[in-house]
């Protein structure tokens, strides 16, 4: 019987042959299948497409090919610069990634629209010399790829209309879709790619609120070593263009002034006040005073063009001091870091943690220091 050419991933062109040339190293035929997709809405993509057969040796290389490596990569240079966007094209991910757009657009930064749709090869049984034979996982990993594939040039469409074709390409763009699992593939090309930000919603598909144990947005903020912006449900329409006030929550962890730094590096083209807040008991403040006045002096004399302002908030509500802060102080975003118990850990707690992070207009910026 004839065997069936099966996609195994979609991807820019240049990634696409590379990854031909690795599968042929291990006597994998490929096939390069061009998209025809709407004038405008990215760069040149195509479908890896392989024999059915070639399934069981080809997957390994491509987890590899995409992140899944050990391997130590250098620091990124200026030009690599990616903002990464993992999408399962729901109306969260569409207000996520018009935000990821407005930053890359202002850091001369690429955008990587990236969908993993669950691949039932692999979580059915470990591979084995009859799963070839299996003809309903085949059928299932074809229609998965089609409906991502359809599913994706409609997302790039409603992009490109709502910034208009001639913003839009102001702006380098290219997307990846692939079977595997999300929170892998996501932290994976990360590694890899060392891009500047993650930027995902808070919701998916479901449109419901999230356990945030169980949600990939919560698992890639724990998990990810690069910072994460997450999207809430109503985010500013203006907010990638509009980080004029932005509240750093401190509880003097000695990484503080690393995550500060990546902050700058991303907030390095708006004109933005840096807020460093903590929030103490009343017990003997004196001392959180002075750590935050030297705060101040240090991000002060290392980077004279921003505007810091360090202050402590007595309370013993930590999340609702911050609300309240947030609220008179008008910030646009929040940032903080997961290092160890810290401010984070004390956040996600049941009740106030998760409806801050799942129902707050404001996005959350996270560093893993």
């Known amino acids: 019987m004839k065997q069936k050419l099966l996609t195994i991933a979609t991807l820019p ?24 997709l709407p004038e405008g809405t990215s760069s040149l993509a195509v479908r890896v497409q392989i024999m059915e057969e070639d399934l069981e040796k080809a997957f390994p290389i491509l987890e590899e090919f995409l992140g899944k490596s050990s391997v130590h990569h250098p620091p990124l240079r200026e030009e690599e610069r990616q903002i990464l966007v993992p999408v399962d094209f729901s109306g969260y991910s569409m207000k996520a990634a018009r935000v990821a757009f407005g930053i890359a657009r202002s850091l001369n930064a690429k ?27 085949v059928v299932h990993l074809e229609n998965a790829e089609k409906n991502a594939r359809e599913q994706m040039e409609a997302f790039l469409k409603g992009l490109v209309r709502h910034f208009t074709r001639e913003v839009w390409n102001q702006v380098e763009t290219e997307f990846i879709i692939k079977a595997g699992d999300p929170r892998d593939d996501i ?38 070593r690069v910072p994460v912006l997450a999207i809430p449900e109503e985010p500013p329409e203006d907010i990638a263009t509009s980080f004029h006030k932005i ?10 002034f690393t995550a500060i730094e990546k902050l700058m590096r991303i907030i390095e083209p708006y004109h933005a006040e840096i807020k460093c807040i903590h929030v103490g008991r009343s017990e003997e403040p004196v001392w959180d005073v002075a750590k935050l006045q030297g705060m101040k002096d240090i991000l ?12 402590l908030i007595i309370g013993d509500d930590i999340l ?17 870091t997961t290092r160890k118990r810290n401010m984070l850990a004390r956040m996600f707690n049941p009740g106030i943690a998760r409806k801050m992070l799942f129902h707050t207009s404001i996005p959350l910026l996270v560093f893993h220091t």
Do not use: W
Not at 247 to 256: G, I
């Open 13 to 36: 062109f240049a990634k696409a042959q590379i990854l031909k040339t690795l599968l042929g190293k291990e006597a994998i035929e490929a096939v390069l299948d061009d998209l025809n």
């Open 247 to 256: 509240l750093y929550a401190t509880n003097f962890d000695e990484k503080d």
């Open 320 to 336: 609702g001091e911050l609300q309240r802060f947030i609220e008179q102080e008008k910030i646009d975003v929040i940032a903080l």
């Open 187 to 224: 932290l994976s090309y990360s590694q890899k790619h060392q891009v500047m930000v993650i930027v995902m919603g808070t919701q998916g598909k479901a449109g419901s609120e999230m356990d945030i144990l169980g949600s990939v947005t919560a698992e890639i903020i724990t998990d990810a």
């Open 111 to 137: 955008m990587v629209l990236f969908h993993a749709y669950p691949n039932p090869i692999v979580y059915s049984v470990p591979f084995s010399d009859i799963y070839a034979f299996d003809t309903g996982l």
């Open 300 to 311: 002060r004399n290392k980077y004279p063009s921003k505007v810091f302002d360090c202050q």
